[in-house]
C-alpha cells in the first residue's frame, strides 16, 4: 500500500464545507479528460488513507474512452487495480453543482508508492525534475483558447457560434479583441470569473480571440508545471461547467470551423536558479529584434527546434488537430522561433530581465497540458544540456531557409513520435510507446469512417 497522505486537508475541507456529501475524485487520462469516481463523505478519508483503487487502465483509454485492443494493457493483462492518491492543494468546492460537491485531483501509483508510469502528472513532474538538477526551476503559465456554441446545431448538422440572449445577435466577424463581443457574454465570463476565485484558480484575463465567438483566458505564472497544468484542467473543466450553466457549449476542439481560426493552447516557461534569478537572462548575451537574450535561452530554443517534429502527435492529438495548420491565422506551420514575432511557434515576448520567457504556440486546445508542458521541458532540457544552437530568429512569417519539417497530418505525425530520438528518455520508453499504440489504432479508426464528403464527392460520380 502506498504512503498515506496527511488528512489534514480532508479534515480542513470537510469541516468547512458541512453540506458536502459528495466528493470527485478526477484523474487526467493520456487525452487530457477527466476520469475518476464519485466518493460519498463517509468513505472520502479512504483516499486520504491510500485505500482508494481504481484500474489503472484509465489513463490510456482512447478518445471515445475504450482500451486499444492492440496494446498489452487493460484488457489483455487483466486490467489491475491501481492505489489513488490525492494531489495536495487540489481539494475544492464546486460552486456550479446543483447540490453541495467537492472535487479533487488524484494520481495512481504502484503497489509500493511508486508513481504510476503512465499518469501524465507523474510524466511532467518527472521532466520537471531534470530540469531540477541543473539548478533550476520553471515558472508556467498556460493561455486557453476556445469556442462558444450554440446547443442548437446549424444548417447540415454544423456548429453554430453561440447566439447571445444579452445582444440579440450571433457573432459573424472577427472582432479580435473587440469589447462588445465580451459584453454579449458578460454573466458567462463573470460566474467564470467567480468560479476561479472560489477555486483558487489564477484567471487573470479574458479577451476576445480571433473568430466568432471564440474567447482566451489566461492564467498567471505559478512556479511549478505541475501546479500550472492542474490550473489549465481545472479552468476548462470550470469554462465548460460554466457554459452549460448558460445554455451554451464550450469547446476546446482544436478547429470547429473550416474557415475560422482554431483553437491553441500557448505555454509560457521561464526558468530560475535557486537565488531567483532568469536563467534566460543570464550568460552572454545576443539581441534580437531589439531584446538581449542569454545564451541558456537560444540553448532552449535549439532545443524545442531539435524536438519539434516528434512533440508534434503530443500537441496535435487528433485527426481535427492538424486542421487548425493553416498560414495566414498565426497558427505556426514551421519549427521557427522569433523575437515579439506571432507567426513563430517558439516566440520570445517582449519583457524585462526578470520576466524573460519562452512562450511555445504549436499546441492546440485539444492537447493534454501535462504531456505538452512534459515536451517542452524536455525539449528545453535537451537545448540546454546538449547546448543546441538555434537557427536564425523568423523575420514576420518569413523563415529562415533549412528549418526542419513539421509533420502536419495525423499519420505523418505519429510515424515522427514513433521515430524520435528525444522523447523517449523523458516520457519513459513504455509510455511513449503506449501512447503510440493507441493514437495509431484512433488514427487508423477515424481513417476507416466513411464521411460525408465521400458520398458528396464520389457515390454517383466515380
Same mark, same amino acid.
Given at each position: 500500500?502506498?504512503?498515506?497522505?496527511?488528512?489534514?486537508?480532508a479534515d480542513?475541507?470537510?469541516?468547512a464545507n458541512?453540506?458536502?456529501?459528495?466528493?470527485?475524485l478526477?484523474?487526467?487520462?493520456?487525452?487530457g479528460?477527466?476520469?475518476?469516481?464519485?466518493?460519498?463523505?463517509?468513505?472520502?478519508k479512504?483516499?486520504?488513507?491510500g485505500?482508494v483503487?481504481?484500474?489503472?487502465?484509465?489513463?490510456?483509454?482512447?478518445?471515445?474512452?475504450?482500451?486499444?485492443?492492440?496494446m498489452?494493457a487493460?484488457i489483455?493483462?487483466?486490467?489491475?487495480?491501481?492505489?489513488?492518491?490525492?494531489?495536495?492543494?487540489?481539494?475544492?468546492?464546486?460552486p456550479?453543482?446543483?447540490?453541495? &460537491?467537492?472535487? =479533487?485531483? /488524484?494520481s495512481? +501509483?504502484?503497489? %509500493?508508492? !511508486?508513481?504510476?508510469?503512465?499518469?501524465?502528472?507523474?510524466?511532467?513532474?518527472?521532466?520537471?525534475?531534470?530540469?531540477?538538477?541543473?539548478?533550476?526551476?520553471?515558472?508556467?503559465?498556460?493561455?486557453?483558447?476556445?469556442y462558444?456554441?450554440?446547443t442548437k446545431?446549424?444548417?447540415?448538422?454544423?456548429?453554430?457560434?453561440?447566439?447571445?440572449?444579452?445582444?440579440?445577435y450571433?457573432?459573424?466577424?472577427?472582432?479580435?479583441?473587440?469589447?462588445?463581443?465580451?459584453y454579449d457574454?458578460?454573466?458567462f465570463?463573470?460566474?467564470v470569473?467567480?468560479?476561479?476565485?472560489?477555486?483558487?484558480?489564477?484567471a487573470?484575463?479574458?479577451?476576445k480571440?480571433?473568430?466568432?465567438g471564440?474567447?482566451?483566458?489566461? &492564467?498567471?505564472? =505559478?512556479? /511549478?508545471?505541475? +501546479?500550472?497544468? %492542474?490550473? !489549465?484542467?481545472?479552468?476548462?473543466?470550470?469554462?465548460?461547467?460554466?457554459?452549460?450553466?448558460?445554455?451554451l457549449v464550450?469547446?476546446?476542439?482544436?478547429?470547429?470551423?473550416?474557415?475560422?481560426?482554431?483553437?491553441?493552447?500557448?505555454?509560457?516557461?521561464?526558468?530560475?536558479?535557486?537565488?531567483?534569478?532568469?536563467?534566460?537572462?543570464?550568460?552572454?548575451?545576443?539581441?534580437?529584434n531589439?531584446?538581449?537574450?542569454?545564451?541558456?535561452?537560444l540553448?532552449?530554443?535549439?532545443?524545442?527546434?531539435?524536438?519539434?517534429?516528434?512533440?508534434?502527435?503530443?500537441?496535435?492529438?487528433?485527426?481535427?488537430?492538424?486542421?487548425?495548420?493553416?498560414?495566414?491565422?498565426?497558427?505556426?506551420?514551421?519549427?521557427?522561433?522569433?523575437?515579439?514575432?506571432?507567426?513563430?511557434?517558439?516566440?520570445?515576448?517582449?519583457?524585462?530581465?526578470?520576466?524573460?520567457?519562452?512562450?511555445?504556440?504549436n499546441?492546440?486546445?485539444?492537447?493534454?497540458?501535462?504531456?505538452?508542458?512534459?515536451?517542452?521541458?524536455?525539449?528545453?532540457?535537451?537545448?540546454?544540456?546538449?547546448k543546441?544552437?538555434?537557427?536564425?530568429?523568423s523575420d514576420?512569417?518569413?523563415?529562415?531557409?533549412?528549418?526542419?519539417?513539421?509533420?502536419l497530418?495525423?499519420?505523418?505525425?505519429?510515424?515522427?513520435?514513433?521515430?524520435?530520438?528525444i522523447?523517449?528518455?523523458?516520457?519513459?520508453?513504455?509510455?511513449?510507446?503506449?501512447?503510440?499504440?493507441?493514437?495509431?489504432y484512433?488514427?487508423?479508426?477515424?481513417?476507416?469512417?466513411?464521411?460525408?464528403?465521400?458520398?458528396?464527392?464520389?457515390?454517383?460520380?466515380?
Open positions: 500500500m502506498p504512503k498515506a497522505s496527511t488528512m489534514s486537508e480542513a475541507f470537510l469541516a458541512p453540506g458536502v456529501k459528495t466528493i470527485e478526477l484523474l487526467p487520462d493520456m487525452c479528460i477527466l476520469r475518476g469516481k464519485r466518493l460519498t463523505r463517509n468513505s472520502f479512504k483516499l486520504y488513507s485505500s483503487r481504481t484500474p489503472g487502465s484509465l489513463y490510456i483509454l482512447d478518445v471515445t474512452g475504450q482500451n486499444v485492443p492492440t498489452r487493460g489483455t493483462d487483466g486490467d489491475p487495480d491501481k492505489f489513488c492518491l490525492p494531489a495536495p492543494g487540489t481539494l475544492k468546492p464546486v456550479w453543482a446543483q447540490q453541495p &460537491l467537492g472535487q =479533487v485531483l /488524484g495512481m +501509483t504502484e503497489d %509500493d508508492g !511508486a508513481p504510476l508510469y503512465s499518469d501524465p502528472r507523474a510524466i511532467l513532474s518527472a521532466t520537471a525534475a531534470r530540469l531540477g538538477e541543473l539548478g533550476l526551476k520553471p515558472s508556467v503559465a498556460i493561455e486557453q483558447e476556445f462558444l456554441l450554440d446545431r446549424g444548417p447540415g448538422g454544423a456548429p453554430q457560434p453561440a447566439f447571445s440572449e444579452r445582444s440579440g450571433r457573432q459573424s466577424t472577427t472582432q479580435v479583441a473587440g469589447m462588445e463581443e465580451l457574454f458578460e454573466s465570463l463573470a460566474e470569473a467567480r468560479c476561479c476565485e472560489i477555486q483558487g484558480l489564477p487573470e484575463a479574458a479577451s480571440e480571433y473568430a466568432p471564440q474567447y482566451e483566458i489566461n &492564467l498567471h505564472y =505559478v512556479a /511549478g508545471a505541475v +501546479t500550472a497544468c %492542474d490550473h !489549465a484542467v481545472m479552468l476548462k473543466r470550470v469554462i465548460k461547467a460554466v457554459a452549460r450553466r448558460h445554455g464550450a469547446s476546446f476542439m482544436a478547429k470547429p470551423f473550416e474557415e475560422t481560426a482554431g483553437s491553441g493552447t500557448h505555454v509560457h516557461v521561464s526558468l530560475y536558479d535557486d537565488d531567483g534569478a532568469n536563467a534566460f537572462a543570464k550568460g552572454a548575451r545576443q539581441e534580437i531589439g531584446m538581449k537574450v542569454g545564451e541558456a535561452l540553448h532552449a530554443a535549439g532545443g524545442l527546434i531539435a524536438c519539434m517534429a516528434e512533440s508534434m502527435a503530443i500537441f496535435a492529438p487528433n485527426a481535427n488537430s492538424y486542421r487548425r495548420f493553416r498560414p495566414g491565422l498565426f497558427v505556426p506551420v514551421s519549427p521557427s522561433w522569433g523575437v515579439n514575432n506571432r507567426s513563430a511557434g517558439i516566440r520570445i515576448p517582449p519583457s524585462d530581465d526578470q520576466a524573460l520567457r519562452i512562450e511555445h504556440r499546441a492546440g486546445a485539444d492537447t493534454n497540458p501535462y504531456l505538452a508542458t512534459a515536451a517542452i521541458l524536455a525539449g528545453i532540457h535537451h537545448g540546454l544540456t546538449a543546441i544552437d538555434p537557427p536564425p530568429a514576420g512569417d518569413r523563415d529562415p531557409e533549412g528549418l526542419p519539417e513539421l509533420p497530418d495525423w499519420h505523418t505525425a505519429l510515424d515522427r513520435f514513433r521515430d524520435g530520438a522523447l523517449p528518455f523523458y516520457l519513459g520508453e513504455k509510455y511513449h510507446g503506449i501512447y503510440e499504440v493507441v493514437r495509431r484512433e488514427c487508423e479508426a477515424f481513417k476507416a469512417r466513411i464521411q460525408p464528403l465521400d458520398y458528396e464527392w464520389y457515390l454517383r460520380t466515380v
